[in-house]
Every structure is written in C-alpha cells, then in structure tokens.
C-alpha cells in the first residue's frame, strides 16, 4: 500500500536528518524533527532544553530522575505521580499520534516507530554507518575535532539507546522493529533516498 | 560501486532463500545454500547429515560438544584439536572465500557476511519478517501445522542466532552488520528483490 507517514531511527551522525529532509522535499511534506519539541515544551510549559536533554536521552541514574521529580513538585502534589522524563515521553506520544493523523511527514527520532508501529501506512527506517564514516561527516558539518565528534557519537548513541529501551522494551538499532534498515556510509545518501521513495509510493 | 556477491541472512520463514533465487535467476549467477553443505561434506570426509546439524546451528551443550569430538578422536588425536563444530565452520570459511573469489553469486546463511566482510564488492543483507508472516509461509509450503511451524522457526532462529554470535561476537539481527535489512512480510518479496536489485547493479 500507499504510505503516509515516514518514521527515521538513526545513529548520530548517519545523515539520518538529511536524508529525511530530502525525503520531505522531494514529497512536498512537512519533517518533524526538533520540532516536536517546541511542541511539547508549548504543551508542557517546561523550556525546550528540558524537553530536548530528556526526550530523546535517559541519564540512567535514579538520583537525576529524583532531583528532577522534586524540581517538579507541584506536578507530583497534584496526583500526577510521574517522573519527567515520562511526561515529557508521554506528550511525546500525544503530539506524534496527533501529526501523523493530520498530515503525511516525516518523524525524525523520538521512538515514533514504535508509536505508531499499529499504522499500516507508516514506514519505519533506521540510517546507520560505521563510526569512522560518522566522525567524518560529523567534522566536516561542524567545527570540531574528531576527538569531539568521536565522544559526541558515543554518548548521544548510548542516550538513544538506553531510552529507546526503555519505553519500548526494545533493542535500539534491531532490524526486527524496523521494516527497513540502511548503511548511508555504504549506500550513499542518494540511494538511501530513492530506496525509501521507492516504497514510499508503494 | 557495483556489487559482485550478495549475502543473505534470513530468518527461518522469511523467503530469504526465495529472493536469493529470484536474484541469481535475474542476474544469471549461481546460489550457494545447502550447496555449501555438500562442498563441506566433500571436503572434510562427513555425512552431509552431520554438516548440516552442526554448519549453522549450536547445541550450546558442551557434552553434545565434547560426544561429538570423542567421535572424531582420530582427528584430535592427529593434533588437530578443535571441535567438530569448529572444523566444520573454518571449513564453511574457507568453501565461502572461494566461492566469492571464483565467481559473481549469491551466497545464503553461515555468517557469509561477516566471512566477506572485507570486500568492497560485497553486498550483505538480512531478511526478516513478523512470526505470523513466517508461521503462514511455513504451513503453505510445508504440510504443517501452525504448532509445528511455530516450534520449527522458534528453534531453527535461535540455532542460527547461538551459531552467529558464537563464531562472529556480534548479535545476529542486529542492523549494524548488514547493509540493508528488510522486512519482507511488509515489502513483499518482488519489492526486496528490487531494492537488492538496485543495489547490486550500482
């Protein structure tokens, strides 16, 4: 069938964004990706660098989540006895389902294929490469050293990773929750493209 | 570049054999599956039975293991002191480099993509499905029950995923070691051939 709604997984610094950007260009619609979290920081009333270090990340530690949660006291007082990092997860979801019910797009990161795994018209990608491909393109699009690239890729991937886990029970980067997966370093972005295209348009 | 060997891993039930013949057929190069096997039986002197059981699967049972080598004492007691499982697969390893370097072809299962991993003109990828697809499939071209078929694929993946870990120290499955991975009880079979298809010639 016809698809709608084009959901990216991607390793940091796999062109994952670019090759969605191409994609809604190409199909004259619109990509969600950052985006989304001026979204839920409008809905939520938090500032978009809270919603950005934790709705894509998990620290891992008990103590941050706590920290946070007493930050945010008025919130656990009122009944809603959930941590941060589940609310903003939680109007994550909300405002996922809500764009892929209005219009077709592309959704960048934020477990939107596991959100919205029941939509026979949502294809799931994951963009992945080797590190050495990903510390290059990471240095040539910004100005650091591939010292810099190589830790940024490490702890954003293992932040990725940890929360993908976490709210799906699934291991990040597993072929299964896909329908596909693509190595831009081999492949090339431009083949990358046309192969989502092509099933795409069905 | 243009590709000279495709690789295909699959899951049990996910037509993987079934592209890989639709590709070879397509490009006129021959398939190497059980064919493998025969070459292996060939080379090393046992049944094809006994390739078969131990050339893409593990017992994870050191006394299965160790039976098995008792029985092959002649060989340990030449020096050659590996395991049956180990002799059959640096066999496999050996059967596969040939092949790739003999000729164009396609080439199914026995970790072909981590054994030519190395080579540029390699194409590797991995075919997967939901159990349901694979359960259908299984019961149409077998005469089975879906129990069985069940039961059969259960156990039939978890050999070859033992298997894949054991000998490459990776995950099997996992994006990272394939170029593409498909989900072909979404794509369909012709839609996979055609992505390959496109790859392959570049």
Redesign the interface.
């Known amino acids: 069938m016809k698809k709608k709604i084009i959901t990216i997984s991607r390793e940091c610094g796999s062109s994952g964004h670019i090759i969605g950007q191409k994609l809604a260009k190409e199909f004259g619609i619109p990509i969600y990706d950052k985006e989304i979290i001026s979204m839920v920081a409008k809905e939520k009333g938090y500032t978009e660098e809270i919603i950005e270090n934790k709705g894509e990340h998990m620290t891992g530690s008990l103590l941050f989540n706590l920290v946070n949660n007493l930050s945010h006291a008025n919130s656990i007082l009122s009944g809603n006895n959930i941590s941060l990092q589940d609310e903003i997860y939680f109007s994550q979801v909300k405002v996922i389902r809500e764009l892929a019910d209005k219009e077709a797009c592309v959704i960048v990161g934020r477990c939107a294929d596991y959100i919205l795994k029941e939509r026979p018209d949502c294809i799931n990608v994951?963009i992945?490469a080797n590190l050495d491909f990903r510390i290059k393109h990471l240095t040539q699009q910004n100005n650091i050293t591939e010292e810099e690239a190589r830790k940024h890729i490490i702890s954003k991937d293992k932040a990725r990773a940890y929360h993908y886990q976490y709210y799906t029970d699934k291991?990040w980067?597993?072929?299964?929750n896909?329908?596909?997966?693509?190595?831009s370093g081999?492949?090339g972005i431009e083949?990358c493209v046309?192969?989502i295209e092509?099933?795409y348009l069905g």
Chains 1, 2 share one sequence.
């Open positions: 994951f992945h291991k980067g597993n072929s299964k896909y329908h596909l997966c693509l190595d081999v492949l083949k046309s192969i092509s099933i």
